[in-house]
């Protein structure tokens, strides 16, 4: 009984280290694919996002200080795929979950938008 306890609290814990709210999930940590990411993006960020990661009348750039990994990590990404996001450094209103997208897709997003930030040095 008692290592049936054990095991089901170390299960426990286990997911909650891969819980995206907590802001350490694996998926994100450099397991993105820049080039899948760059199609994802294209078809599901990039209506308000801009083509360019630079914004549009819809949606924020992300090419900008605000999105780089310091203020934004890779895990708010996640969260905002998963539960929307209520305006807060921009007045487009609010951006709603987007369902459809796994953790990997958002990680190979993320890879992405990385990348376009490296790009126009913002990030190294």
């Known amino acids: 009984m008692a290592a049936a306890v054990i095991a089901i609290v170390t299960l426990a814990g286990c997911a909650s280290a891969s819980d995206p709210a907590s802001g350490d999930n694996p998926v994100l940590e450099g397991a993105g694919d ?3 990411g760059a199609d994802l993006y294209a ?3 990039a ?3 801009g083509t360019d990661a630079t ?4 949606g924020p750039p992300f ?4 999105y780089v990994p310091s203020h934004h990590a890779d895990g708010a990404f996640l969260l905002a795929v998963r539960n929307g996001v209520q305006p ?6 609010p951006m709603p ?6 953790d990997q897709d958002v990680a190979d997003i ?3 938008v990385r990348s376009v930030q490296r790009d126009a040095g913002l990030i190294e």
Do not use: E, I, K
């Open 47 to 49: 209506q308000c996002h």
């Open 88 to 93: 807060h450094h921009w007045d487009f209103g």
């Open 55 to 58: 914004g549009t009348d819809q």
């Open 97 to 102: 979950p987007r369902p459809g997208l796994s």
């Open 43 to 45: 078809a599901n960020c």
């Open 34 to 36: 820049v080039a899948l």
């Open 110 to 112: 993320v890879a992405y």
């Open 63 to 66: 090419v900008h200080d605000v």
